[in-house]
């Protein structure tokens, strides 16, 4: 019988302190001894918080260098030993040295001997390393993979837990596909907390590998039944994953829409529990959950909708509203409310509690409401016209992220009623903005007046006080609207000189567009400005012409004008030589000066202008007579907001059919680059009869196409105009006096077998917008071609009002069919099709007009396309 060993002087642990067993003891006390001498032989290595206490106390980035370095070299020769007692010490410390950017691979390895280990603590740093230290483009991540699966079927609920989460975090797809079936089986674990840690691993796996969505759907559908807030929650996370990944999944979980009403009006309904309570509010991360799904599930579908409608209802006028927690729930449902078909007072509710936001005084739940009633203007935009004043409030803000919102909100609103009240308030916000402000602004004030203005005087007011309040900010697209404008308006060409001249002489700040189109106005109408009448001078005093020169005279010789300025000056200088009668000799004299001008442009100018006094003065009066009027006709109610009208003009003359035709070809004619002047007459096939045009007009049209060549590669007897121009709204034609097979034959025949299949081009890409070309020969001619034109929008934006136009050389003829829609969603795509006709087999070359609207802003672009292959009329 052998001695019991006493636990006094025994050198075993407590739980190995029994009778002592040969084949089992010594075996341990060997084990013990042998660490015991390790400890002994290598001292012991420094604890966590004492290596963050010295890298702390560092003074410099080199000493902190010194400490990490040292520290590394150590953790380095600990590795060198097979059986360290200190590993998962030195793993912490090498985890925190990772964690300040040092490298740290060098641990990987042991990150997984740890893992190995079967202490808890141990697998605990080392799924924490391979979690941190670990990737797929390491041969070491394949080899955790067999640790994970022995780890998911371990009996201890934390070590599961630990796998799950590391799974998640860094599984390859081979990796995912190898362990699906693992994590699938653990989401219907009688445990709570293995279905939460599997449900939220089996969310990451989905989003590594959408493959795998199919294995967890049975499990995932039982989730929803479940009374452990937790498990809820990872599995309305899951569902919304997989709805927002999968069309069919999304129907398949439509049912559940009822179910999730249920268990959100319990959380509405339910007393008091501390366990779920947030300032009072329950469980309010399962509720914006919830809500999200709900928002996911009833996007574009009235009856899931209408399943909803009074649970939205009831969330967003029972929930408190002092305390974030229940401005979070407001906030989702909101976002809910407008993304899904719910009825109109249940969106004019919502756009409430954003009103309600604005008033808020934390600048971020302002912020966010701001944000979001700019996303949300063009689904209600009368509701949210109602917090007006609040949003112009914001204006003033001392947060500049909040100013820059509610600016770009103010001009969503601005519309024909409240213009007048509206600009008031943006222009004293540009006076009083920051730089980064000016230009953005002044560009959307330009672009809003332009839509809605109520009379020209009023327009032409604005964009001088836009002139004056945006000084050098200003972009150049305002000084051309602003030109085009005066030398469209014959009737306010003598008042709105006179008050440029006043702001021109006042001003002392040397802002360039204000000087540039001061000049501009000046030069062409100076005549007018020494002959204003009372009614245009107001209260401003005339000039004269010494006074006029004595200003061009400090212009051209101040150092801080630009010389595109200089320029703008110099040319209308010399044009007042025409108009005015006393002070040319001056005027010849300031030019004159500049012959030698160190600036080459400036120079040339006062050498060219000079000869106009001399040699070929006979020429001055003509050169440089009065520009024609720059007509660009707009569409729709632009066209009658922005005509030449005053308010006591009776604004519904003139709206005869054969006018509002009239302008609408004048459009399209300035399309191609022709003038106002032109004798083009275009009529619309639906309205009246084509008619051949006469022979005489010919010649003066055929520069329309300016810089496309129109002559046909065929020589032909033809002298009649046949070119096309198209656009959404119709087909607008000048035939010849042929009559072609094209026209008589069926051309809305969309049921046509390709020939041949040519390749598309792309014939527009910018801003987002892509426009392509597929062209397809018709079996049943030989000379006519389809074009499938397809418009696809890549921004986040709606594209709205989009309008394409096309011309064509007159050796072809265009058809254009009606559009599939006019407004083209975030990568969404509108299509149109295009017939051209080529008798000649000529080179094809278009030009396209495009305009739409993004964010209430206007956009046009035109561009020519010449690309087009040239076998496709073989």
């Keep these: 019988m052998y001695p019991y060993y006493e636990p006094e002087w025994s050198v075993l642990p407590p739980e190995l302190n ?63 030993e097979e059986d360290s007692v200190w590993r998962c010490r030195n793993i912490a410390k090498l985890l925190y040295i990772h964690m300040l950017g040092y490298p740290a691979h060098f641990g990987q390895l042991e990150c997984l001997k740890l893992i190995a280990s079967p202490r808890f603590t141990d697998k605990r740093i080392g799924y924490l390393g391979a979690m941190l230290l670990l990737d797929e483009r390491q041969d070491v991540h394949l080899l955790i993979t067999n640790c994970l699966k022995n780890d998911l079927n371990s009996t201890t609920q934390f070590v599961v837990g630990l796998a799950l989460c590391t799974l998640g975090a860094i599984a390859s797809p081979e990796m ?16 709570a907390y293995i279905r939460k840690k599997a449900a939220l691993c089996a969310f990451r796996i989905i989003k590594r590998v959408p493959d795998l969505m199919e294995i967890f759907l049975p499990a995932t559908r039982s989730l929803l039944s479940e009374k452990n807030h937790g498990v809820l929650i990872t599995g309305v996370t899951l569902i919304t994953e997989m709805c927002e990944n999968s069309p069919d999944t999304l129907s398949h979980f439509k049912k559940i829409v009822p179910n999730l009403v249920r268990i959100l009006k319990n959380l509405i309904l339910a007393g008091y529990s501390p366990e779920h309570d947030v300032s009072g509010v329950s469980d309010p991360f399962l509720q914006v959950k919830i809500l999200k799904l709900l928002r996911v599930l009833g996007k574009n579908d009235a009856e899931a909708s209408e399943a909803m409608n009074d649970i939205l209802a009831q969330v967003a006028t029972n929930t408190e509203t002092s305390k974030n927690v229940g401005n979070s729930i407001l906030y989702e449902t909101v976002l809910s409310i407008m993304d899904i078909k719910s009825e109109s007072g249940l969106r004019v509710l919502a756009i409430n509690i954003l009103g309600r936001f604005l008033l808020n005084n934390d600048k971020n739940i302002r912020y966010v409401a701001l944000n979001t009633l700019l996303k949300t203007v063009h689904i209600d935009t009368s509701a949210v016209q109602r917090h007006r004043s609040t949003i112009l409030e914001c204006l003033k803000d001392p947060d500049v992220s909040i100013r820059r919102r509610a600016m770009e909100l103010s001009f969503a609103l601005v519309n024909a009623q409240n213009i007048r009240t509206m600009m008031k308030e ?118 004269t012409e010494e006074d006029i020169i004595e200003v061009y005279q400090r212009l051209l010789w101040s150092p801080q004008n630009t010389p595109t300025t200089k320029q703008f000056a110099l040319m209308s200088l010399t044009k007042l030589s025409t108009r005015f009668s006393h002070t040319n000799n001056k005027i010849q004299q300031i030019i004159s000066s500049f012959c030698s001008s160190l600036h080459i442009e400036l120079q040339q100018r006062g050498v060219e202008f000079s000869q106009l006094f001399g040699k070929y003065g006979h020429l001055r009066g003509a050169l440089l007579e009065r520009m024609p009027p720059m007509e660009v006709v707009r569409q729709g109610n632009e066209v009658q907001a922005n005509g030449d009208m005053d308010e006591s003009e009776d604004k519904t003359s003139d709206t005869s059919p054969q006018h509002i035709s009239t302008s609408e070809s004048t459009f399209l004619v300035d399309l191609l680059g022709g003038g106002s002047n032109s004798d083009l007459d275009i009529i619309k096939p639906s309205s ?37 121009m198209e656009n959404n709204n119709g087909s607008l034609t000048l035939d010849n006096n042929q009559t072609s097979n094209f026209l008589t034959g069926d051309i809305l025949n969309t049921n046509i077998i390709n020939e041949k299949n040519v390749p598309t081009l792309t014939a527009f890409e910018k801003n987002g917008l892509k426009l392509v070309f597929s062209l397809e020969r018709l079996p049943e001619s030989n000379n006519t071609v389809s074009i499938h034109l397809t418009a696809t929008n890549s921004t986040l934006s709606n594209m709205t009002d989009f309008l394409f136009q096309a011309a064509v050389p007159k050796a072809f003829q265009l058809q254009m069919l009606s559009p599939s829609g006019t407004v083209i969603v975030p990568n969404g795509q509108i299509t149109q099709v295009l017939r051209i006709t080529n008798p000649n087999k000529g080179v094809l070359r278009m030009r396209i007009r495009l305009s739409y609207m993004v964010d209430g802003a206007l956009v046009q672009e035109q561009t020519e396309v010449n690309n087009f292959p040239t076998h496709i009329w073989d």
């Design 426 to 543: 943006l222009l004293t916000f540009l006076e009083k903005s920051e730089p980064e402000f000016k230009a953005p602004c002044s560009s959307s004030i330009v672009l809003a007046a332009e839509r809605f203005a109520p009379n020209k005087r009023w327009h032409l007011d604005t964009l001088l006080k836009v002139l004056v309040a945006a000084g050098n900010y200003l972009r150049d697209d305002v000084i051309s609207s602003t030109i085009q404008l005066i030398s469209e308006t014959t009737s306010q060409q003598a008042y709105i000189t006179l008050q440029l001249w006043h702001a021109l002489a006042e001003d002392s700040m040397d802002k360039q567009p204000l000087i540039q189109v001061s000049v501009w106005a000046i030069g062409e109408y100076g005549d007018l400005l020494l002959t204003a009448t009372i009614d245009d001078a107001h209260d401003v005093e005339k000039p």
């Design 176 to 191: 995912a596909r190898d362990l699906a079936a693992e994590v699938e089986r653990l989401m219907k674990s009688p445990n």
């Design 688 to 724: 009246v009869p084509s008619q051949p045009i006469s022979n005489s007009n010919n010649q003066d049209l055929l520069d329309l196409l300016g810089g496309i060549d129109l002559s046909p590669s065929v020589p032909t007897t033809d002298s009649g105009l046949g070119f096309i």
């Design 18 to 80: 029994r009778r002592f067993n040969p084949a089992f003891n010594m075996a341990t006390i060997k084990q013990a001894i042998n660490e015991a001498v390790e400890r002994v032989r290598m001292p012991t290595p420094m604890r966590l918080r004492d290596l963050i206490r010295q890298i702390r106390a560092a003074r410099t980035a080199a000493e902190e260098r010194s400490v990490v370095n040292k520290e590394c070299a150590y953790i380095r020769s600990t590795f060198r």
